[in-house]
């Protein structure tokens, strides 16, 4: 079965960086755009960042370009999200998700999700 | 703000029927698929529907999707405790080149 399995987050001070990692097991990784999805505490889901099956495209929402940057190594089933100059509004649950097909389209299976909290 | 717009609550007593509506326009609904998530308390999303109505695997049929123009609707036929969570639209977004999300229903079952 599909298993998202992501690690990084914490505590980590305004201005800083923090790297999110997302382990992918359970089917053909090089043969799916994936995702990163936030949700900060008590509110909405908020799209972060996309990232084509072979890696040569990403797309970023405004909130974060820039500043984030989404890559994936497919020889390890791995999936990232470096976060530079963090703002405390960064504050939230950071899903990894799996896209339906090849293409950028939409979101099939979430993990499990990990809390980053900027924080001084 | 959110691109899509859903409204913030619903509820419905057990067995009753809801709608969950949410309106887009051209550059995401109009021209893209609608998907569904279920967010139940404390845990992560999952797709409901995708492609605007089909329900993946194990989903039961209580749930259905539907879309017309700029908007589309979810409905929950005998409604269920375990129905009780967040409901979410999503649909890509040309102008964005991104998923767009709806804000979100919280589902009450009275």
């Known amino acids: 079965q599909v298993q998202l399995v992501e690690s990084g987050g914490g505590v980590v001070q305004p201005g800083r960086s923090r790297r999110l990692s997302c382990a992918a097991s359970?089917?053909?990784?090089?043969?799916?755009?994936m995702h990163w999805v936030r949700q900060a505490p008590g509110k909405g889901l908020e799209w972060v960042a996309v990232?084509?099956?072979?890696?040569?495209?990403?797309n970023y929402a405004a909130s974060v370009k820039g500043r984030f940057t989404i890559s994936r190594d497919n020889s390890k089933n791995t999936l990232h999200l470096q976060m530079d100059s963090l703002r405390a509004e960064d504050t939230a649950v950071y899903y990894c998700?799996?896209?339906?097909?090849?293409?950028?389209?939409?979101?099939?299976?979430w993990g499990q999700g990990i809390l980053v909290t900027v924080s001084s | 703000q959110s691109v899509l717009t859903q409204s913030p609550s619903a509820s419905g007593t057990p067995g009753q029927r809801v709608t969950i509506s949410c309106s887009g326009s051209?550059?995401?609904?109009?021209?893209?698929?609608v998907y569904w998530f279920q967010q139940l308390p404390g845990t992560a999303p999952k797709l409901l529907i995708s492609?605007?109505?089909r329900r993946p695997s194990g989903v039961p049929d209580r749930f259905s999707g539907s879309k017309s123009g700029t908007s589309a609707s979810l409905a929950i036929s005998g409604l269920r405790s375990e129905d009780e969570a967040d409901y979410y639209c999503?649909?890509?977004?040309?102008?964005?080149?991104?998923?767009?999300f709806g804000g979100g229903t919280k589902l009450t079952v009275l």
């Open positions: 359970g089917f053909t990784f090089m043969s799916y755009a």
């Open positions: 990232i084509s099956f072979d890696g040569k495209n990403k």
């Open positions: 492609t605007d109505y």
């Open positions: 998700a799996r896209d339906q097909f090849i293409l950028m389209t939409n979101i099939e299976y």
């Open positions: 999503s649909a890509w977004d040309d102008s964005l080149s991104g998923v767009v």
């Open positions: 051209s550059s995401n609904i109009g021209r893209n698929y």
